[in-house]
């Protein structure tokens, strides 16, 4: 799989709309880019994922790039909530193949 | 759907003994599942692939005799630490996928602690 750079960490106030990013310049045709996000002590929750297209769900937005190299999540109304790490991982989809976690980004959502 | 339950989320056990955690699919099948560890600030490191009715497949570097995977049935896989000692301690998380295209459900986690 494909590997992906973030930032190490990002600030967003209470109400404001959060955008990550993520680079994934050596991503394969057949890969999608996944995001999960792990609150502390919890286990990883899934957000989204898309191939090429954005995508939209009640949780998140995803943007890509025409060229797939990289993308941006976005938390249109951040909550203290969402103080999370946000990993974004790019694989194959469907099947049974094994989802490899690199070092995400700590989002702080402060009042 | 898709929900995924780990029991226990904490232990606490003595250095030198076993400790087996357990992780359930409870309303979807799962033929596979992936057993994963955390330390403190860390991210998750995946450990091994956990497959019905088949061996597990450990990632370089994890010790198949320490870390005991056993995936009886289509909906539990058991990780069991053999002869815990003090660095195991660790957050092991457990994860499953319908096999579909919308991304995997993990469990809450565990938390060992050996003293």
């Known amino acids: 799989d494909a590997k992906t750079t973030q930032p190490t960490s990002m600030d967003c106030a209470e109400g404001r709309a959060a955008n990550l990013p993520c680079n994934h310049s050596t991503i394969s045709g057949n890969e999608y880019v996944y995001w999960y996000r792990q609150i502390h002590s919890q286990g990883p929750q899934y957000i989204i994922h898309g191939l090429k297209n954005n995508e939209t769900n009640e949780m998140a937005s995803l943007i890509i790039t025409e060229d797939r190299k990289s993308s941006t999540l976005i938390l249109p109304h951040a909550t203290l909530r969402d103080t999370a790490v946000y990993y974004c991982?790019?694989?194959?989809?469907?099947?049974?193949?094994?989802?490899?976690f690199g070092t995400g980004t700590r989002l702080l959502v402060s009042p | 759907g898709a929900v995924v339950s780990q029991h226990p989320s904490r232990v606490i056990c003595k250095s030198g003994t076993s400790v087996k955690i357990e992780c359930r699919s409870l309303d979807f099948q799962a033929t596979t599942m992936f057993w994963y560890r955390q330390f403190p600030k860390q991210s998750l490191m995946l450990m091994a692939t956990?497959?019905?009715?088949?061996?597990?497949?450990?990632e370089q570097g994890v010790e198949k005799d320490k870390f005991l995977i056993n995936h009886a049935s289509l909906t539990l896989s058991t990780l069991t630490v053999t002869s815990a000692h003090p660095e195991d301690s660790s957050f092991y998380i457990c994860?499953?996928?319908?096999?579909?295209?919308?991304?995997?459900?993990f469990g809450s986690g565990t938390r060992l602690t050996v003293v």
């Open positions: 994860s499953a996928s319908k096999g579909q295209g919308d991304g995997y459900t």
């Open positions: 991982i790019v694989r194959v989809a469907g099947g049974f193949q094994k989802l490899v």
């Open positions: 956990s497959n019905e009715g088949s061996k597990a497949t450990y």
